[in-house]
């Protein structure tokens, strides 16, 4: 089985082809475009460096969120007009799924965390039992202290993963300095992760068409919540 990957679900922009027992190539970059400059550019350059004929993949993977907006719709339209063009499946893969791969058969809890800003992070919690990874929670978009207190119930250590890293490290070792903090080099996405996972995912059969794709927000878009807050202060102020 090969996979071609996508992740653009922060300010990491990653592509990558995987089979059952390899990465065959990655490209990663954490720079300022934006994903719609890099994305395609990217699938095009490692298309090339192993000639790569596109319609000899079997599924287009895809980071399905939560993260950035922007960054996921755009990954998200990607994959969408990939699986289209090639008439292959999508194989969705929870972006902290995949962030919490990038730890192997650890026995910490792991946790991967994405700063969501508003002391807020989209996080939930894994761990490796028996060579199976296992999600322990819900995904959630939660404040990262009410995060560290359902923590604090787990009878193991923890390792965190993701750029909440560096948003609340003091934050992190302030609340239990055993906690640990995943070095860079394993601490963003990857695509490689998401494509590893969509290998699994689809051997259970988790594959879905490009019209039926859908991204996971967890909660709305700054957008969506300004407009909110200006709705309720004109219906408080409201005679």
């Known amino acids: 089985m090969k996979i071609l990957a996508v992740d653009t679900s922060s300010l990491v922009a990653s592509v990558a082809l995987v089979d059952e027992t390899k990465t065959i190539a990655e490209f990663t970059t954490n720079y300022k475009k934006t994903h719609s400059q890099t994305i395609m550019p990217m699938i095009d350059y490692l298309k090339n460096m192993v000639e790569l004929d596109l319609s000899s993949v079997d599924y287009i993977a895809c980071s399905s969120g939560p993260g950035s907006f922007t960054g996921l719709r755009i990954g998200g339209a990607t994959a969408k007009g990939l699986a289209f063009a090639l008439n292959k499946k999508i194989v969705p893969v929870p972006t902290l799924d995949a962030l919490a791969y990038n730890i192997f058969m650890n026995e910490n809890i792991i946790v991967p965390i994405m700063d969501a800003r508003r002391s807020q992070v989209y996080t939930a919690f894994y761990t490796w039992e028996k060579k199976c990874f296992k999600r322990l929670s819900e995904y959630m978009a939660e404040d990262i202290n009410i995060v560290l207190n359902k923590l604090d119930g787990f009878d193991k250590n923890v390792i965190f993963v993701g750029d909440g890293i560096e948003a609340y490290r003091d934050t ?43 991204l996971t927000y967890l909660r709305k878009s700054q957008a969506e919540r300004e407009y909110d807050e200006r709705e309720k202060l004109k219906n408080d102020n409201d005679c």
């Open 172 to 214: 992190i070792k302030n609340f239990n300095k055993n906690y640990v903090l995943a070095f860079s080099n394993l601490s963003y996405q990857r695509a490689a992760s998401v494509g590893a996972l969509a290998i699994d995912y689809a051997l259970k059969g988790l594959i879905v068409d490009s019209k039926e794709f859908e």
